[in-house]
């Protein structure tokens, strides 16, 4: 039982460290960036992303999971041969999916402008120019997704943390250098490159074959993707709530706002989702090889979720309660204003550390229909959350939203998944879960409604609360403390 929770906070570890690399460059990358290009141009590469991720989510195939589960089958099995052929069609279905996204970039080029810009000849080019971004996202998540399922998780944690380097070094001088003019080449150099380094590492592994007009190579990939396919239409799904929130959003408040939501939503679900890293890369593949083991998955299931609330928890106190000094150190104080919505949207991730392990049932069960169906029944009931509560309280509402959004998450993956796959929550994650929830609800009252002396002083109290409930369920989960211990014992002595 303490080897499967050491083994999670092992990885849990890795990728957390991994991304807490990543969290340092992209602090000082978000720092110059919003520096560089403004509130408005913040905002500006906030839409061209969520642009790029929205064809890239529908035109993807669901590769990147499919590959993971299947690369993974043939790993356990040891047959070299096999996986070097499986390499070979993953390789050529993301060549022809690269290509597929960057013809549909350029030919939705101007409907997209009308969603999100005036629609000016200017404005649908700038469009256009990011097709070669997803030729390079596609290279890039078959690369990653070989790694993955053949267990090179070393291999993808040293990706990962030289992705963020490059990015930085990379985009920087260009923001320098051609401000929010420079915002399109910046993304299209920074994908070019994460696509290379993920090459330097696969082709010594895997030297490069593809074979494009192979009808096997084909038939091979169609069977892999067919069961992608569901994936991909809740990403679309997801793609187009982000596009619809965004909307929203701009029609209330114009691009500043856009921008304010978008530094929020990165300080609660991007920096705060470094403890959920490993859940790709460990989590998914080790519940999918015990998949039809019900017992077992509820251990797993339960073990993930623990660790992840255990950890999360406190660090999301220590964030609201130094919320402005986040800002600040991240970007500018001009993205002050988003304070109060970064705080109401603490329960996002939370409920995510509660939600994500028990969503990945589904995948790993190879219920892609399933998964789809719950992912529809969120984004719709996501919008209208978000949409209600901007509505009456602003921005602040925003956040609001994405809180109550994550509760509704919860709830429906609780129910849809304890029916379908029998999952159920232990008695020690319930109490864990629920005692980390009313500190962490305390602490964002306190943030919300209590002056800044207060705040600090009870903001700590409340954070060594949290810290010593976690504290006891590693002491009593984990021999992570016992180690610790002795560690410090004999280097004392």
Known sequence: MKNKIDHILKYTGVFGGVQGLVLLMGVVRNKLTTKLLGVVGYGLLGEYTTIVDGIHSST???????????????????????IANFVAVVRTWCLWIGIAGAVACIAFSPLLCRIYFEPTWENIAKVACLAPMLLCMAVTIGEA????????????????????V?????TVPIYWLWGIAGIIIAMNVATAAAAAIHLCFTVPLFPWRVSLFSANIMREGWTMVRIGIPFVMAAVAGSIMAIIITAILKRGGGDEVVGLYRQGYILMGTYAGLVFAAFEAD???????????????NELINKQILVSVLLV?????????????????????????????AVCAVFYPFLRALSMPMSYMALARGDSHIFLLAELVYDV??????????????????????????????????LAYGYLYKVRLTRSTLRLALAQGLTLGAAMLVCLFTGEVAKYILGTLLLT??????????KRESTVIDRIRRKFHLNKT
């Not at 609360?465 to 590693?474: E, M, N, Q």
């Open 166 to 170: 490059a990015t930085l070094v990379l």
């Open 381 to 414: 009931a996501s919008i209208l959350l978000i949409w209600v509560s901007f509505s009456h309280w602003g921005l602040t509402g925003a956040g609001i939203g994405l809180s109550l959004s994550a509760a509704f998450d919860v709830v429906l993956i609780a």
């Open 283 to 297: 989590y998914f593949p080790r519940l999918s090889s015990i998949n039809t083991d019900i017992a077992q998955c």
């Open 465 to 474: 609360i949290s810290a010593y409930f976690s504290y006891r369920v590693l």
């Open 145 to 164: 997704s070989i790694l993955k399922g053949i267990r090179r998780l070393k291999r993808v944690a040293s990706i990962t943390a030289l992705g963020a």
């Open 313 to 341: 928890a406190p660090m999301l106190i220590a964030m609201i309660v130094l919320m402005p000094a986040l800002i600040r150190l991240l970007s500018t104080d001009k993205f002050l204003p988003a304070t109060a919505m």
């Open 60 to 82: 993807n195939c669901g590769i990147g999971f499919a590959s993971v589960r299947r690369a993974s089958e043939l790993f356990e099995s040891g047959d070299k041969a096999a």
